[in-house]
């Protein structure tokens, strides 16, 4: 493969000397990646992932409480959002007392704590050290560095109030509290905006959770008015499930199993479903 790269790239620069009239570019390559290279005998590992049934839904088999108040909160507690990271950690976002708090998923203790200029609402994983959160007070999208101590690199700076929040191939989801979702780079460039369907009519109302799948073709949506709604990439409307058992759909999830966790803000359950996946 190395052999058919190199050919590939040493016509293309014989094609392109022949179209270039300035005097030639010598390239000077850094030794450092050599280096590096000479270091690693691999350049990754495989690992086999077990094969699971997307169709078994997922199913409560016990539960057990634990304390995340830590001495300096100032107010009660209220997690709107959680997220888990390779390190077998698990980030919650405590929108009361504007921290981020790292909880070993060993023994649940509180094991860090970041304080954020503002609420956080949802937070998702961009990668096994880095989480983006959503501040809606402040308009802002925050990066926050996991590795070790929390801290934020840089920011994202938006003209509504940022609640949902997903990232899949290299781009962020994110919902304002009324209508619209948007996607944008991770710079912060906005690519495009969702509001309403192709007859003029408005898409959802109250969007305050939103999931994507890996591959980026589904976005899923909690409305509180119209409960779960399904788009691909291009806004236009899969499917959607709405219950009288939810009501007010307020928070959504996917799971690893290609599920997605459905609750309602006045229900006392959530929904597992496998269908709205499909």
Known sequence: MGEDAENVANKFIEDSRMKITVSDIKFKPDRKVLQILKQNQT????????????????????????????RSDENECDISSACYIESCEIILADYNNNKLKR??????????????PGEPYQICKINETQ??????????IHFISVDRQMKTPNKIITDFNCFGLAYANDCLYISDEGTSLYIYTVTGRKLKQFSTDQSGQKLFFNILSLAVSEDATRIYVSAVDKGLIVLDNNGEIVTTFNDEQVQWAIYCHLTEAGGVLVSGYESIMFYSLHLMVR
């Open 43 to 70: 350049i990754g590992m495989l690992t086999d992932k077990t094969t699971k049934n997307v169709d078994e839904l997922l199913k409560i088999t016990g539960g057990q409480s634990y304390a995340v108040k830590v």
């Open 103 to 116: 909880l070993d998923s060993h023994n649940y203790t509180i094991t860090d704590c970041y304080n954020l």
């Open 131 to 140: 989480i983006a959160v959503a501040l809606p007070s402040h308009q802002e």
